[in-house]
Each structure stands twice: as C-alpha cells, then as structure tokens.
C-alpha cells in the first residue's frame, strides 16, 4: 500500500508530460466539436439549396397564369434536388378570381457524419416559403340589353342586378 501512494505522489510531483495528457484527455471532445461543425455546414448547405429550391416552385406555382397542379409544380422544382424525391412537402392554397397564395412547409432529414458518435444520428431540415400574386384594379364591363325585349320589369330587374 506504501508502494502506492509513493507511486501516486511521484506522479503527481512530476510535471514533465503535462501536454501530451491534456492533448489525450481532450482528443475525443476535440473530435467531437470538430465534426459537430462540419455535421452543421452541411446541414446549413442543405437548407440553403432546399429554401431555394422551394421559393423558386412556390412563385411558379403562385402564378395566376400556372395551369398545373400545385403539388405537381412544387415536386417538379423540388426534384432538381439531388435529395428531392426525399424531401416531404405540406402546402395549403388559396384561390379567388384574381388572386393565388401557396403557403409550403418542406422538411428533410440528413444523417450525420460525426455527431452520431455523442448520440445525434440525424438531423431534420424545415423550410417554409410562401408567395401571393394578385391583380387589383380589375376591369368590368357590363352589356345592358335595351332592346324591346327587355320592357318592363325585366329592365328595372337587370339595372338594379347590376348595381350589387
């Protein structure tokens, strides 16, 4: 038992490789943040491409003059994505005669490629966009037929029709 604590005294009196066990008690941590930022460069470069991705088939979808489907046009941008077929989108759509707001929640999961070893196997991707495009000030014309046909109270019945 002597033996011992002579050892451990001696150890603790030495100060002679201090560094190279700092250096080896801190590997792993060191590791860790390292890889911690390039797990989140990467999740950082994937949502930028997404985000895009999506503000791109929102507006074209948004468009007034777009005939497709909205879920077709958002999958059809989405799919330029190497990862697009993989990438879950929610929208919600909201048309009237001169107007069409989509609003879209897209999300996407990566795995990681250091963080799993402090137990974060994957990291999930949101993004959201949205887009309106409205015409204001629209035109109406209104062709009253005034001919005989219209006598009585059918013309009073059309003139009061066209004032509501």
């Known amino acids: 038992m002597t033996s011992l604590v002579q050892l451990v005294g001696s150890l603790l009196r030495n100060k002679r490789g201090n560094v190279a066990m700092i250096v080896a008690l801190l590997f792993v941590p060191m590791v860790l943040a390292g890889g911690a930022g390039v797990d989140l460069a990467r999740y950082e470069a994937v949502r930028v491409e997404m985000q895009d991705g999506l503000d791109r088939g929102v507006l074209a979808a ?10 077709d046009v958002l999958k059809s941008y989405m799919n330029n994505l190497a990862y697009g077929a993989d990438v879950a989108i929610d929208f919600s759509e909201a048309t009237a005669m001169n107007s069409r707001k989509i609003s879209v929640n897209a999300s996407y999961t990566i795995n990681t490629a250091f963080r799993h070893l402090a137990g974060v196997k994957t990291l999930t991707i949101k993004t959201a966009s949205s887009a ?3 015409k204001q000030n629209i035109e109406l014309s209104l062709m009253l037929d005034m001919s005989g046909s219209m006598v009585g109270s059918k013309i009073k019945n059309l003139k009061i029709a066209s004032q509501q």
Do not use: F, G, I, R
């Not at 948004?62 to 879920?71: G, V």
């Open 62 to 71: 948004a468009s007034l003059s777009q005939k497709q489907k909205t879920a």
């Open 132 to 134: 309106e495009e409205a």
